[in-house]
């Protein structure tokens, strides 16, 4: 047949293309798929759009995208092709249904997965046991959602650091939306130094951690605490986090993991202010003895979210429930050191106190008074001063009821 | 003084004698005291009065009666006061809230229990820590749960028969109220054996277990199912179980621990009838591959409750799922003997099959099929022929859709 027309051939041609982008096709092993698969899924909100209920994969030549996201936070996860024992026959993309993941892990050793009609059905074949033709998505309608230049991070810091910062934070932001941007953690990049901020505005966690960054200027920015927990879930945090700060979003990679999150727009309060430079008393306490102490508490009040207590030094910490509903009486707590005049009230939340007791990982706390109604500061004690680390916990006191 | 009325000479002593009988004292291990009280615990149901929200403990110069109850199921819990550390000063009795339990948990090695004013309030002190005056209840108004004569049991099994029994029966009974017969256990004492039935009416759960009866003629009950589910929580199941049956209800003791439950009142069908004495085919299947395929359906299907699953054999057995929802294909199995014609297709509900293969314990199991529309029968495959426990699951399968 002689091709007459010009433009008939050019719709040939243009045919051709289309289906030669879309008839995918490779083979790898079951677990890099899985972990790719259960890292991004991560990001799948139930609300989000029904397209993005799914988890998009493209395969090119040099690596295999598996994407998921909820137009806010966007999780990606890049296999390369010439690793890990991946054979990629055609290229192609398609966008599975989320249970892919259950079926990825119920597959033998390796997986075999090939798309027809394009992409929206996709075979998804392991040894004599699975032969599956899973119903997909159109992958043209998943949303663009472009990776910015990773070339050079922002910053970095190691798993356990990640996952101490978040633990460390999140607790502190606020659970009300009147003031969204409380929902979030202030992450503050100046010289060799990051500074995290949480606050509700009855209690504040302060964190500095030393970091080689990249940065000149000093920048701020309102990570989601969402992004925290998300992070948490799908990062492997035996390797190192990059964070990448821009204007409207926050990018950290973690392995072959990418975390695209949309940051908080607004403004965050100074804070610095709040927290007392000065103090009159200062006492040194054992922290899991407070603990203790701040649960017998609770065990004894009804509402354990709401409930207050009155702490009562006097040669001895005694804690004592701030209602007498379920009866009278304390736990004392034998502090290991005071200074200042030693007799005064104070009443705070059992749970902020708990909270932030159970933030720190030192064995003895530094708590810092400055009267009955001004907040107070709780520091870790470190047995070795050159500690990476600066931390504090700051509670505002209730008034006795 | 000398008294001259014998009116107040009887007024004095009687008052003495109440005196007496509430100010109770005792001082004990803080970890015989909560074992008790966490066990019982298990009893106290929210919805129940205000009174049976509390943790009753009477103090006698024999034994230590900590007691919880939500009026159908009643715990007690017994510490013989020549054993484990216990020293009674004065008996009496008195009602604890339910946070009790907390409070001894935060303790030391031992507490001290005093009440004043009748029990109303009781003093909790362990070493210098804590010192708490416990508002109680009035042990007057709490219920009599006269507790059953207890010489000699009905029938006695190990602590790990009782989690065997309760483990394979229990998920087979109704959630529906509609039978409320159906939401029980029926057990049958007969001869040397006793028999468990369980069954929503589109499944069934049989088991038969030889123990020594003190019972001479065969007698029927039902046990709600949430008996079996706080025996399991409260028990100590390195110990035996120890069943004596009443009319009315059932008692099981189980070391210090004796739970009265009270009983479905009602006749359970006859379900003898239903059960195949014949079949068929009988298939030999590995029930670990055959669980990993029925949870492969599980993956490919959305909603896992109701889902139903073809399997076809012919050479191998074949599960699909029964509707093309999110794709068509197979996950193939490898069954180990076949007997009788081979080819034929029958449907039946995942998870009903799911949870009567993770009730077996065996590697394998045998199904006998009658027909696709007939119920199948899945028996455990013992290596040993002398086993003291016979077992079989029913299913009834479904129309294809």
Chains 1, 2 share one sequence.
């Not at 909100?45 to 988890?55: D, E, F, R, S």
């Not at 509700?200 to 302060?206: E, T």
């Not at 940065?215 to 701020?220: A, V």
């Amino acid at each position: 047949m002689r091709i007459k027309s010009p433009f008939l051939c050019f719709f040939i041609l243009k045919n051709v293309n289309i289906w030669e982008e879309m008839k995918m096709k490779l083979e790898m092993q079951r677990d890099t798929l899985l972990v790719a698969l259960q890292a991004v899924s991560k990001a799948i909100n139930k609300t989000a759009l029904p397209i993005l209920q799914g988890i998009y994969v493209e395969v090119t030549n040099e690596e295999i995208i598996i994407k998921a996201s909820d137009n806010t936070d966007t999780l990606v996860h890049l296999i390369p092709v010439d690793n890990e024992g991946v054979t990629v026959s055609s290229t192609g993309k398609t966008v599975f249904p989320k249970n892919i993941v259950d079926i990825v892990k119920r597959a033998g050793k390796t997986v075999e997965i090939s798309s027809e009609d394009n992409g929206l059905i996709t075979k998804v074949k392991s040894g004599k046991k699975i032969d599956f033709d899973m119903n997909c998505m159109d992958p043209l309608e998943y949303p663009e959602l472009p990776i910015k230049d990773l070339s050079q991070p922002t910053f970095s810091v190691s798993g356990e650091q990640f996952r101490d910062l978040a633990r460390k934070s999140v607790f502190a932001t606020s659970e009300s939306q009147t003031r969204p941007i409380l929902t979030g953690v202030c992450l503050t990049v100046k010289g060799d130094c990051i500074e995290l901020v949480a606050t509700d505005s009855h209690r504040l966690s302060k964190l500095n951690l030393s970091v080689t960054t990249s940065n000149k200027e000093e920048m701020s920015i309102v990570i989601p605490k969402g992004t925290w927990d998300k992070g948490l879930k799908s990062f492997d945090l035996s390797k190192n986090v990059e964070f990448f700060v821009h204007e409207l979003s926050v990018v950290m990679r973690n392995g072959q993991t990418v975390f695209n999150s949309r940051l908080l727009d607004g403004n965050f309060p100074d804070t610095s202010r709040l927290i007392p430079t000065d103090h009159k008393q200062k006492m040194t306490i054992d922290r899991k003895e407070l603990i203790s102490g701040l649960e017998f508490i609770n065990g004894v009040v009804d509402d354990k979210k709401t409930a207050s207590t009155k702490l009562h030094i006097n040669g001895v910490a005694s804690l004592s429930p701030s209602t007498a509903q379920s009866g009278k009486g304390n736990f004392d707590i034998f502090y290991d050191m005071f200074e200042g005049e030693d007799e005064f009230d104070i009443n705070f939340s059992v749970r902020y106190c708990l909270e932030a007791l159970q933030s720190i990982d030192t064995d003895t706390v530094d708590i810092h008074f400055e009267g009955p109604m001004r907040p107070f500061v709780i520091n870790p004690v470190y047995d070795d001063i050159s500690h990476s680390s600066k931390e504090l916990q700051l509670i505002l006191p209730v008034r006795a009821s």
